[in-house]
């Protein structure tokens, strides 16, 4: 009996270190499981902290290179007019020499415009009043001359360069281009100011930052007056800084008009 006895509580025994050997495995694989789902965790989260830094280094990244390209395009244009400065002026003229795809032989045509008796305006009226009329300048030409390259050249000195066929959306072939400026000039400012409501004050015109107004409106058909000089060439000519060659020749033959008084009538009141 004693035997059995010792036997039935070695099978128990071995029964009790089978179940604590299961157990005790069943909890190290609970464990186990625990640990790398906490592991796995850490590691996910550590895979989404680096996928944010990469994403915001990229962000970053994106950023700094819009912001390259802003500054670089506004190095090349002039702050008050928004026309290119000599600087972006020679960077369009590259890009237009560099071109495959255009001929040497293309027409090429420079204009050359001097706001006359500038000062006076600046006196009489004050600087903003000059400002905006500089402004003007240069939307008048960019709709004469919707395809022209227009820079400001000096403080009230501004250059058009046209390639090809120039697609003036002002006026006929044959038109001088003193004819298209007054013609852009009513058709765009002083017609729009003068059609509306005799009470308006002032317009928006599309294109131009500021609202025209009273005063401006009676600068510009009664003061306003524009010397203009063309020179021409071919796209060839415009390499090694030549576009600068045309520019002289178109600034010599506005400045002569402008001393002849013969390219200088009022661009409105003698349309």
Known sequence: ???????????????TKELSSNVIGLLNREALKASSLDAGSVVLGAATKVEKR??????RAEEDKQRAEIAERESREDAMTGAFNRRGLNHEIDL?????????????KVRAYDADHFKKINNEFGHDVGDK???????LVRVAHPNAIVARTGGDEFVAVTVGEDQGSVGEEDRSEEANMKQALYDNILSPFMDRDKGLDSISVEGLDFELDRELIGVLGGRFN?????????LADLEDNGVYSLIKAADEQMYDSKHKKAN?????RDR
């Open 1 to 15: 009996m004693v035997e059995n006895l010792k036997q039935k509580h070695d099978k128990e025994k071995d029964r």
């Open 54 to 59: 990469i994403s915001d280094a990229e962000t």
């Open 96 to 108: 237009l020499i560099g071109s495959p795809e255009l001929n040497q032989d293309l027409p090429v």
């Open 133 to 139: 009329v500089l402004k003007v300048i240069v939307f």
């Open 226 to 234: 524009c010397s203009i000089g063309e020179s021409e060439g071919t």
């Open 264 to 268: 200088t009538k009022n661009l409105y």
